[in-house]
């Protein structure tokens, strides 16, 4: 049993994200091949626009997540109840996924601001290489952020169980 739910725990976040990527690698092949730089330059101030406003929601969401991260730390450690090393591992797991999707969302929203179609002395591929990394990062920012609402999910699960009375959780 305790291996069992160490295993569920990953297994579900995993599934998450490369379910996550995998939709986006979806949408980027239904975009088509870039064949000029003019393209790239219009496909990144779309992908901007609504980059920001996902980047920004990203920041804030991972933010929020480490700060009731550390809530729920307090409250486990003043809590009559023992709690095993695991949840205290899934916790651990959570902090490091939203500390990993806040850092790329912050990267993202600062190459978001870059004046994209001011640069005129870049390499014709440079702005095919941007969007591709900026389509990528805004995929796996998203994906990050649902594996770990999935660790979050299953971590209050465990908890839930040991503090409830009755088996009903």
Request: charged share 0%; proline share 0%; no cysteine.
């Given at each position: 049993m305790r291996l069992k739910s160490p295993l569920r725990n990953h297994l579900?976040?995993?599934v998450v994200f490369l379910l996550v990527c995998l939709a986006g690698f979806g949408a980027r092949q239904g975009i088509g091949t870039i064949y000029s730089s003019a393209k790239a330059t219009e496909l990144i101030e779309a992908l901007s626009r609504a980059g920001l406003y996902l980047g920004s929601a990203i920041v804030t969401a991972s933010v929020t997540t480490l700060a009731?991260?550390?809530?729920?730390i307090g409250m486990l450690r003043r809590m009559d109840k023992d709690f095993d090393q695991q949840t205290y591992r899934n916790v651990d797991l959570i902090a490091r996924l939203a500390t990993a999707s806040l850092m790329i969302a912050l990267f993202v929203l600062l190459a978001f601001t870059l004046p994209v179609g001011e640069f005129d002395e870049l390499p014709e591929d440079w702005f095919i290489r941007l969007y591709d990394?900026?389509?990528?990062?805004?995929?796996?920012?998203v994906g990050l952020n649902a594996a770990t609402v999935t660790v979050l999910y299953r971590t209050l699960r465990g908890v839930l169980s040991k503090i409830t009375p009755g088996d009903e959780v």
């Open positions: 579900w976040s995993t009731l991260m550390l809530t729920l990394a900026l389509f990528a990062a805004s995929v796996v920012m």
